[in-house]
């Protein structure tokens, strides 16, 4: 049985348990302002992850280039060798 809480009128007592959980509301809603300010970042941080993925499409066709010239330079003598 819950004891009514003298001079509230017809309001029952809050079980401890209850009041231990509001208590601690605060500090919940404090750590969970805290999450929000730590990935506040996260969505410019992921186009950024996407814009470098963009950047980087040109490097295959760049590796291709980079390629073609060393095969055709191969048979140039070396600079180092001349010297």
């Known amino acids: 049985m819950v004891r009514r809480v003298l001079g509230l009128g017809p309001l029952i007592a809050i079980p401890a348990d209850v009041v ?8 919940l809603f404090g750590q969970v302002e805290a999450m929000a300010q730590a990935t506040r970042s996260l969505p410019r941080m992921e186009a950024a992850i996407g814009q470098v993925a963009e950047d980087t499409r040109a490097l295959n066709a760049l590796s291709e280039h980079m390629a073609q010239v060393a095969e055709a330079t ?9 010297a």
């Open 74 to 82: 191969g048979p140039l003598p070396q600079v180092a060798d001349a």
């Open 20 to 27: 231990g959980t509001l208590r601690a509301l605060p500090r």
